[in-house]
């Protein structure tokens, strides 16, 4: 079965820094992908390239088969995206948003305005029904730029950090979305420092660690019968045995 998300050797540097390693991933048609990695991983930069944001320097990465930079029309209506400090028009309202993005997209006005009315009542965004983007919450921006995601009805999502500084109640709205977006024959990877979250959602994980993948395969294999925060720092290594005390904390 053709992959959902294939990367393959996909590799950038910054000046003298490698940031991504010709890193290769295969995410399975209809799984619950978990990508984690401690901050400056490679995690961003490598979904970035794999959805089409960042050209890589090297490596080629499919969505569906559809190469993202070379078939960059049909790969991008596949899959929805929630990056990493997400930009979008801040002088409209989140509806006015959800209503230019699509139509941009080319989707029937009627189409457009029947789902951006369902998501922004799912996601609790019609409270701030006359409220601008530029007034919204963290929290917010990630429920409004997870409402853009899924407004095109795609195949795949590319989710990077979508819970953070979302308030519990929106948390668990999110994880019933994109639960039934799987269980329904969607695909999801999601980015996340937060091992516990991913243990809860995800059947598969993989480990990046200085722009190369550690480990990658079915959760339950990965972590090998201990927590996935465990089997985490043993393989990037403990960092807790090089940190000293603060002198004026010690006494």
């Known amino acids: 079965m053709t992959p959902a998300l294939d990367i393959d050797g996909l590799a950038k540097r910054f000046g ?14 209809g799984s619950f992908y978990g990508l984690v990695g401690q901050n400056g991983a490679g995690k961003t930069t490598a979904l970035s390239m794999a959805v089409g944001l960042l050209r890589p320097d090297a490596g ?14 049909q790969a991008k209506a596949l899959v ?3 990056p990493d400090g997400l930009a979008m028009p801040e002088r409209l309202t989140g509806r006015e948003v959800l209503t230019y993005l699509g139509l941009l997209r080319g989707l029937d006005k009627d189409v457009v305005r029947a789902r951006a009315e369902e998501l922004l009542a799912v996601l609790e965004l019609d409270r701030a029904e006359k409220t601008l983007v530029i007034e919204y ?11 853009v995601a899924l407004l095109h009805a795609p195949r795949l999502l590319v989710l990077d950090e979508p819970f953070e500084a979302v308030d519990p109640v929106s ?10 977006f799987v269980a329904g024959g969607g695909s999801v990877v999601l980015s996340s420092h937060v091992m ?15 722009g190369r993948v ?21 393989l990037v290594g403990d960092q807790a045995n090089g940190i000293k005390e603060l002198s004026w904390l010690s006494s």
Do not use: N
């Not at 080629?60 to 029309?73: C, Q, T």
């Not at 948390?171 to 039934?180: E, Q, S, V, Y």
């Not at 516990?196 to 200085?210: N, R, T, W, Y």
């Open 80 to 82: 929805g995206v929630l």
């Open 137 to 147: 919450s963290t929290g917010m921006r990630k429920k409004i730029g997870l409402a």
């Open 60 to 73: 080629r990465a499919a969505v569906f088969g559809k190469d993202v930079w070379h078939d960059p029309g």
């Open 196 to 210: 516990a979250l991913v243990e809860q959602l995800c059947d598969h994980v993989a480990v990046i660690d200085k």
């Open 16 to 29: 003298d820094t490698l940031a991504v390693d010709h890193i290769t991933l295969a995410v399975p048609q």
């Open 214 to 234: 550690a480990a990658a395969g079915p959760l339950d294999e990965v972590r090998g019968g201990q927590s996935l925060e465990d089997t985490f720092v043993e």
């Open 171 to 180: 948390a668990a709205t999110i994880k019933t979305i994109l639960r039934g």
